[in-house]
Antibody, heavy 120, light 110 residues
């Protein structure tokens, strides 16, 4: 059974860097069949795609966040991470890691989500 | 990139059918058959309901169907049930190799 689990600080100060890790169990993040990425949802608002990486090593980011976001991969621990710098209150959200099938629009597995609050 | 346009809310009575639209551009919805739909109940993780415009994952009721015409994708729910009350989001690939969500639609079952 595939499981994705987000981890990281639940509180980040304004102007600092938000860092989250997604640990994957039950599948390899180097699989050529899937891509892995991050999606967020501010409280009471809609979903926003942040970015994802491909097994080839390519990464793609939401243009509105591109200057502040980095997704990196730790294949030895089957994890991938999100870093978002210079955060503001607008970055307060539930952050989900998720899996999407290559060549499809199917985001079929999601983590449970983790709330990150940006506040001093 | 701008969020895809969905109606903020739709409603229907049990047993009826409703359709939720998702309007984009020729650079996203209209460009590929890579549109999916997600159902999200309050406090819950989004659930995949339709992918690649009209494909239904195993385990999803056949009351849910998807289609696309030009730059607009649609999700239809037939035989509306109380448990269908939730938020629904569309999601599309773009010509910039990025992805974009719709703003979301709140479905109320009267």
């Amino acid at each position: 059974q595939l499981q994705l689990q987000e981890s990281g600080p639940g509180l980040v100060k304004p102007s600092e860097t938000l860092s989250l890790t997604c640990t994957v169990a039950g599948d390899s993040i180097t699989s050529s069949s899937y891509n892995w990425g991050w999606i967020r949802q501010p409280p009471g608002k809609g979903l926003e795609w942040i970015g994802n990486f491909y097994y080839s090593g390519s990464t793609y980011y939401n243009p509105s966040l591109k200057s502040r976001v980095t997704i990196s991969v730790d294949t030895s621990n089957n994890q991938f991470s999100l870093k978002l710098n210079s955060v503001t209150a607008a970055d307060t959200a539930v952050y989900y890691c998720a899996r999407r099938g290559v060549g499809t629009s199917s985001v079929d597995y999601w983590g449970q989500g983790t709330l990150v609050t940006v506040s001093s | 990139q701008s969020a895809l346009t969905q109606p903020a809310s739709v409603s229907g009575s049990p047993g009826q059918s409703i359709t939720i639209s998702c309007t984009g551009t020729s650079s996203d919805v209209g460009a590929y058959n890579y549109v999916s739909w997600y159902q999200q109940h309050p406090g819950k993780v989004p659930k995949l309901m339709i992918f690649d415009v009209s494909k239904r994952p195993s385990g999803v009721s056949n009351r849910f169907s998807g289609s696309k015409s030009g730059n607009t994708a649609s999700l239809t729910i037939s035989g509306l049930q109380a448990e269908d009350e939730a938020d629904y989001y569309c999601f599309s690939y773009t010509t910039s190799s990025t992805w974009v969500f719709g703003g979301g639609t709140k479905l109320t079952v009267l």
